[in-house]
């Protein structure tokens, strides 16, 4: 990793993005509270630097606070008569018109007089905890993607592939000892598929698929300059296969089979046919980047190379019967639950039930599947509307907007070199994979994963540009090849 003085910023990245994953998911309040904290203060750190802020870090900046600000507005308590004037469904929940006293005495005629006041979420205490993630993360996507340059970007990728490869590692030795136990010791709350750090596979393959893509990025990267000067001539390149830069490929490499390797051991069918995307994903971006044939072809065909390790190591034969033994006619049972959230989002149209609530309400809405509760819809943009309704629909489409702006603006514009420009393809994959996934899974309400999504994010929309001292030297914001 060459860690030095100019490294403590992406340092302390790469150490929140590991305790984001390793801590289980970072699910539980002693994980996740240090994690926001860190988050936030990261991000205040990279809003404090010496670089002056954009228009890209105003408009997104502005968005997240419309976005918090309206979310907030759940948590403004209301009279009975104009809560239900706005949500007229909030009376379905115990309680919504007259609460009774925790000592459940008959409260006195004053009180009995008085209104109700209650705010619009059907559960406070669970959207306060949803606001402080938002605000978190909103911070350190906006300090992060202020501060960072391409040598911050290559040390925190650098430090996810061994981060990638090491919970690869204990994934696929987990698979073959696990005994309810997650490292050994630790059991899940809910049980579940279990793999690796996650209590849930998919949740796993999710983290996969953000860090493969950035790493893939990564790889091509080196390709790309790493072969720049090197003569078009069978000798030189043989010679470059023995350099410092090709050895570190060739690590990069191993890690990234290893990593692919691990997410079609979950036998995840949303994570594999979201790895299969990135894989086409970055042949486009293959295509139509920088870089001459010879290089673009050695890219693609390691991408067919990964794929086909990947599957071929656990079985095409496993791989094809875990896709033809799906229920797709309800979406693999995904489908009752789509339909609960339906009604949620039809009873609660204007402000939603209350960001991070829906297990709450769906305590009532749940029709199906009796033998389980339905914590999560299995689809975030459904959840995501069944929560907020229009209340915060609309910010989020805004803030949507803007970041696919901004993610736009950096590849028209031109002025990446190719390191930063396939790192920034890296990226830019990995955040479609995920959001495919989340069509019919929940990996990124996972606060370990949704911290990596951030970084992500960050990676795709920074703009290096000034001076920077690497390793005790000036230089430019063009490295060169590393």
């Known amino acids: 990793l060459n860690i030095d003085r100019y490294s403590l910023y992406p340092l302390a990245v790469v150490t929140l993005l590991s305790w984001g994953v390793l801590a289980f998911g970072s699910v539980n309040p002693w994980a996740y509270v240090p994690l926001l904290v ?18 890209t870090h105003r408009r997104l900046a502005a968005a997240f606070l419309a976005l918090f600000l309206v979310g907030a507005l759940q948590l403004v308590p209301l009279p009975a008569a104009a809560r239900l004037a706005i949500s007229p469904a909030s009376e379905r929940f115990p309680g919504a018109q007259s609460p009774v006293p925790p000592s459940g005495r008959t409260p006195s005629p004053a009180a009995a007089r008085a209104p109700a006041l209650r705010p619009l979420s059907v559960d406070p205490g669970r959207t306060v905890v949803g606001l402080a993630c938002l605000g978190g993360f909103a911070l350190f996507l906006i300090g992060a993607a202020r501060r960072l340059e391409t040598h911050d970007v290559i040390f925190i990728v650098r430090g996810l592939l061994v981060l990638g490869a090491l919970l690869a590692l204990i994934g696929l030795i987990q698979q073959s000892f696990y ?10 709350r809910f049980g579940g598929s279990a793999f690796g750090p996650f209590s849930n596979k ?24 790493g072969m720049r000067r ?17 050895s570190r490929l ?40 920088p870089g001459v044939a010879p290089r673009r072809f050695v890219m693609a065909g390691y991408f067919v190379f990964v794929l086909a390790i990947a599957i071929g190591w656990v079985g095409v034969d496993a791989v094809g019967q875990r896709f033809a033994g799906a229920s797709w006619g309800d979406v693999g049972g995904r489908l009752p639950a789509w339909r609960d959230a339906t009604q949620v989002i039809s009873d609660f149209p204007l402000v939603g039930t209350g960001i991070n609530t829906y297990e709450v309400a769906n305590r009532i809405y749940q029709t199906s599947g009796f033998t389980e509760r339905f914590a999560q819809v299995h689809n975030d943009y459904l959840q995501l509307a069944a929560e907020g309704g229009l209340l915060t629909g609309v910010p989020i489409v805004i803030t949507i907007f803007f970041f696919v702006r901004e993610v736009r603006r950096r590849f028209r514009e031109r002025s990446d070199d190719i390191q930063t420009y396939w790192l920034r393809a890296g990226a830019v994959t990995g955040l479609i994979a995920v959001a495919c996934q989340e069509v019919v899974d929940f990996s990124l309400q996972k606060p370990g994963n949704a911290a990596l999504f951030v970084v992500l ?11 920077f001292r ?8 063009r490295v060169a090849p590393s």
């Open 457 to 467: 994010a960050a990676i795709a929309i920074h703009r290096p540009h000034g001076t």
């Open 179 to 188: 005994a309810g136990k997650i490292y050994g010791f630790w059991e899940p």
């Open 38 to 55: 860190m988050a936030g203060t990261i991000g205040i750190v990279g809003l404090l630097g010496p670089r002056e802020p954009d228009g």
């Open 230 to 246: 090197v003569k078009p001539i069978l000798r030189e390149r043989l010679l470059w296969f023995a350099s410092r830069a090709a």
């Open 470 to 477: 690497l390793m005790g030297r000036s230089g430019s914001s």
């Open 250 to 289: 060739v690590l990069t490499g191993f890690a990234l089979a290893l990593m692919a390797l691990s997410l079609v051991f979950t036998m995840s069918r949303s994570g594999i046919s979201s790895f299969c995307a990135v894989l086409v994903l970055l042949g486009w971006f293959a295509i139509r980047g």
């Open 202 to 225: 998919h949740h796993f393959a999710g983290w996969m698929l953000m860090t493969i893509s950035v790493g893939l990025g990564y790889f091509c990267s080196g390709v790309a300059a």
